[in-house]
């Protein structure tokens, strides 16, 4: 979300349905990289069902990923970097998926209308968890 004076700052991990609704939510410090994040995100769902697919940005390009989402079967489409040096792995019809991702850029924005998630008071990364958690439960009864 942003540095704070505690640290370099926290990252908010969330899946949402194709509606843009939050299924999981988790945080993380701020400086892995998102794909290791992923099965942390996956675990901290809120349903026992796993998705089909996954849709994520450019930084979600990674052939170890692919690999492991495929095991239990789930598609992860994002697409290329542009200095990727493998060969491409997917085309465009599964990218025509990807325009849908602004539905979980809305589902951020929603979580940054809660003022204690965008300026992270609590010290501790399990009461701001909690409180994100909160948020979605907020926006569930809000948009169901």
């Known amino acids: 979300m ?3 004076k505690r ?3 926290t990252k908010l991990v ?12 988790s945080t993380a410090s701020a400086s892995p990289h998102e794909v290791t994040l992923v099965e ?5 769902s809120f349903l026992d069902e ?12 990674s052939d170890p990923l692919d690999a492991a989402l ?3 079967g789930i598609e992860m489409i994002a697409p290329h970097r542009r200095n990727r040096k493998k060969r491409k792995t997917q ?5 025509r998926r990807y325009k849908r991702r602004w539905k979980i850029e809305r589902l951020f924005a929603w979580l940054s209308n809660f003022r204690r998630l965008v300026v992270r008071y ?8 909690g409180f994100a958690r909160l948020g979605c439960v907020v926006i569930l009864l809000r948009y169901l």
């Not at 969330?14 to 939510?25: K, Q």
């Not at 796993?50 to 390009?61: C, K, Q, S, T, W």
């Not at 609590?122 to 968890?129: T, V």
């Open 70 to 72: 495929g095991e239990p």
């Open 2 to 4: 942003g540095k704070t």
């Open 14 to 25: 969330a899946l949402a349905d194709r509606s843009g609704l939050p299924l999981s939510v």
């Open 7 to 9: 640290g370099k700052g």
């Open 91 to 95: 085309d465009g019809r599964k990218l």
């Open 50 to 61: 796993r998705p089909e697919r996954l849709i994520g940005d450019r930084a979600y390009d």
């Open 122 to 129: 609590e010290r501790r990364a399990e009461n701001y968890l």
């Open 40 to 44: 942390e995100a996956l675990a901290a």
